[in-house]
C-alpha cells in the first residue's frame, strides 16, 4: 500500500482518463467508470465513480507497481485548497476511515473546484 502518512503524492497534473485508464482497466467492477485522472512523474491518481486509485509505479523498469484502492465510501472529510498569486499548487485533503489523512498536491493548472465537487457529489 502506498505510504500516504510521510507525505502526499505531489505536483500532479491533469491528464486525458484514456492515457492511464487502461492501467488500472483490470482493477474496475462492472460498470464503474473513470472521470478524471491525474499524473506526476511516473505515479497516478484516477478518480473513478466509486473510488480513488493511487498507482505508485516502483522499480527501474516501471513494471511493478502498487495500487491503493480508496473507497469514497470510507471519507470521513474533505478540504481543498485552490492555487494562489505565490503558491501555485493546489491542495485536496481527504480524511479516510482506519487510514487518516491523505494528500494530494496539483500544478495550479488543476481545476481542484471540479474537483471538490466530484469528491462532494460521492460523499453527501
Known amino acids: 500500500m502506498m505510504d500516504f502518512a510521510n507525505g502526499s503524492l505531489v505536483k500532479l497534473s491533469p491528464v486525458n482518463p484514456a492515457e492511464v485508464g487502461e492501467g488500472v482497466a483490470e ?3 462492472p460498470g464503474e467508470q473513470v472521470l478524471q485522472a491525474f499524473k506526476a ?4 491518481v484516477v478518480f473513478t ?4 486509485i493511487a498507482v505508485n509505479v ?21 478540504s481543498v485548497e485552490t492555487a494562489g498569486s ?9 480524511w479516510f476511515s482506519g487510514l487518516g489523512k491523505v494528500r494530494l498536491e496539483f500544478k ?17
Do not use: C, H, N
Open 86 to 94: 505565490f503558491d501555485l499548487d493546489a491542495e485536496l485533503d481527504l
Open 58 to 78: 516502483q522499480g527501474m523498469t516501471g513494471k511493478k507497481k502498487d495500487f491503493t484502492s480508496l473507497p469514497y465510501a470510507k471519507i470521513q472529510a474533505f
Open 108 to 124: 495550479g493548472r488543476a481545476d481542484i473546484r471540479q474537483l471538490g465537487q466530484l469528491i462532494a457529489s460521492y460523499v453527501l
Open 49 to 52: 465513480d466509486k473510488r480513488l
Open 41 to 44: 512523474m511516473r505515479d497516478y
Open 27 to 29: 482493477l474496475l467492477v
